[in-house]
T-cell receptor, first 116, second 115 residues
Framework: AQSVAQPEDQVNVAEGNPLTVKCTYS??????LFWYVQYPNRGLQFLLK??????LVKGSYGFEAEFNKSQTSFHLKKPSALVSDSALYFC??????????????FGTGTRLKVLA | DTGVSQNPRHKITKRGQNVTFRCDPI?????LYWYRQTLGQGPEFLTY????????KSRLLSDRFSAERPKGSFSTLEIQRTEQGDSAMYLC?????????????FGPGTRLTVT
């Protein structure tokens, strides 16, 4: 079955330290990969996406993600965490269907807590 | 603010009743999506429209669920004969693209509680 896994329910990091939020996927074909962030009482917001090309993708708020095809991973990173980065982060994949449409699979989310 | 809006924000209903939610996408977006999110889970894809055509439906979308997008503008999601298991946050998103590479803009969601 095609799936997206976020193996950590929660990640704690001290402010100013680098952060990594992990995502692995199991899909057939070439996936399109996304990261979204959800702040309390707000809708999900797009951070970045990987379509093709450079394996290191840069996105909003200083976040970046590294696509690794051999490890089927798309980990989210930031060199220096801020307390305001504390939120729920979702990895997602877009898959093409045999009928030429798309379906979307989200991971279960990772709660990031940045400690002052 | 011209983002995605959803109404109502909260709905409490008794089991067996029908409910309808509305989503107004960003006006120039041709694609509209519905998701369901339960506590501790990521959004689960339900269906999406390109303009007024419903292109993909998840197996999660049982025959009690129906979605429409008349004239390719706003969309409604109706749940008939609600069950307690339908309690969840229902999310709507929209995008502008012709492929699966588009980023989606999400609304704040409608929280459904079935008692």
């Amino acid at each position: 079955a095609q799936s997206v896994a976020q193996p950590e329910d929660q990640v704690n990091v001290a402010e100013g330290n680098p952060l990594t939020v992990k995502c692995t996927y199991s899909v057939s074909g070439n996936p399109y990969l996304f990261w979204y962030v959800q702040y309390p009482n707000r809708g999900l917001q797009f951070l970045l996406k990987y379509i093709t090309g450079d394996n290191l993708v840069k996105g909003s708020y200083g976040f970046e993600a590294e696509f690794n095809k051999s490890q089927t991973s798309f980990h989210l990173k930031k060199p220096s965490a801020l307390v305001s980065d504390s939120a729920l982060y979702f990895c997602a994949v877009s898959l093409s269907t045999t009928s030429g449409t798309y379906k979307y699979i989200f991971g279960t989310g990772t709660r990031l807590k940045v400690l002052a | 603010d011209t983002g995605v809006s959803q109404n109502p924000r909260h709905k409490i209903t008794k089991r067996g009743q029908n409910v309808t939610f509305r989503c107004d996408p960003i006006s120039e977006h041709n694609r509209l999506y519905w998701y369901r999110q339960t506590l501790g889970q990521g959004p689960e894809f339900l269906t999406y429209f390109q303009n007024e055509a419903q292109l993909e439906k998840s197996r999660l979308l049982s025959d009690r669920f129906s979605a429409e997008r008349p004239k390719g503008s706003f969309s409604t999601l109706e749940i008939q004969r609600t069950e307690q298991g339908d309690s969840a946050m229902y999310l709507c998103a929209s995008s502008l693209a012709q492929s699966g590479t588009d980023e989606q803009y999400f609304g704040p969601g409608t929280r459904l509680t079935v008692t």
